[in-house]
T-cell receptor, first 108, second 114 residues
């Protein structure tokens, strides 16, 4: 029930490339979060989704409830986007289940 | 922008000692959480706290752990009799109205048990 799968595990891109990170989960959820973890370890909340699509700057997050799948897109990637991106889902209750993260490196 | 503040940023302790990790959540937030990330592993939920009591906890959060909001601003995680396997990054988070309304993480406390 609690599996959250992310792909790819590691991603290297050239500056300016369009990047997609995927997250899939096994059963219905009440919310999904995309998080960014910096090399120093700090975590930043990027988006919370329960349906549809959200956009913030160069980041876009989408979720397809029927397919149990979410994607995080980064347009015009930049070296400062290099970080680990984590998908976390909430089923019933107040507890998150985290994916293992996607490590992104953007090369100048 | 308001922040969740965690102290200390790094703590080293002897096995068997008690540690207290401190967090100052955002002032108008009502829900508080502790998470743990062992090096190289996933972030794991430990406990959520609302209205001065634990609202949910994971199986990791056993009798060794306790949480407290002693003075209306601090939110603490106490680990009694630390073990080597408690070495991890511990994150505090807070939210205004439950996780569905977004939340803010602290920058974490790296605990090393030697």
């Amino acid at each position: 029930k609690n599996e959250v799968e992310q792909s790819p595990q590691n991603l290297t891109a050239q500056e300016g490339e369009f990047i997609t990170i995927n997250c899939s989960y096994s059963v219905g959820i009440s919310a999904l979060h995309w998080l960014q973890q910096h090399p120093g370890g700090g975590i930043v909340s990027l988006f919370m989704l329960s349906s549809g699509k959200k956009k913030h700057g160069r980041l876009i997050a989408t979720i397809n409830i029927q397919e149990k799948h979410s994607s995080l897109h980064i347009t015009a990637s930049h070296p400062r986007d290099s970080a680990v991106y984590i998908c976390a889902v909430m089923y019933t209750g107040n507890q998150f289940y985290f994916g293992t993260g996607t490590s992104l490196t953007v090369i100048p | 922008e308001p922040e969740v503040t965690q102290t200390p940023s790094h703590q080293v302790t002897q096995m068997g000692q008690e540690v207290i990790l401190r967090c100052v959540p955002i002032s108008n937030h009502l829900y508080f959480y502790w998470y743990r990330q062992i090096l190289g592993q996933k972030v794991e939920f430990l406990v959520s706290f609302y209205n001065n009591e634990i609202s949910e906890k994971s199986e990791i959060f056993d009798d060794q752990f306790s949480v407290e909001r002693p003075d209306g601003s601090n939110f603490t995680l106490k680990i009694r009799s630390t073990k080597l396997e408690d070495s991890a990054m511990y994150f505090c988070a807070s939210s205004r109205a439950g996780l569905n309304y977004g939340y803010t993480f602290g920058s974490g406390t790296r605990l090393t048990v030697v």
